[in-house]
Every structure is written in C-alpha cells, then in structure tokens.
C-alpha cells in the first residue's frame, strides 16, 4: 500500500508540477473562483 501511495503522491505532485508550469487554475482553486461552478448567477 506504501508503493501505491507514493506513486499517488509523485503523480499528485507531477499534476500540480503541469499546472503551475501551464499556469492553470488548480482544483481547489478552481472552485473558489464563481466563473465555470455555474452556481453563482
């Protein structure tokens, strides 16, 4: 389960890696934004 879970975290950190480099919105900061929910009229 240690193994998955390191591939997990290096994946997570790969992801967040692409982002910052491609200057995209991350999740978390995704849902912040009112833009793209379609909750907020």
Do not use: Y
Request: with cysteine.
């Amino acid at each position: 389960g240690a193994c998955i879970a390191l591939d997990a975290d290096r994946w997570f950190q790969c992801l967040m890696g692409i982002c910052s480099f491609h200057n995209l919105p991350l999740p978390s900061e995704d849902e912040k934004l009112p833009v793209g929910t379609g909750s907020n009229p």
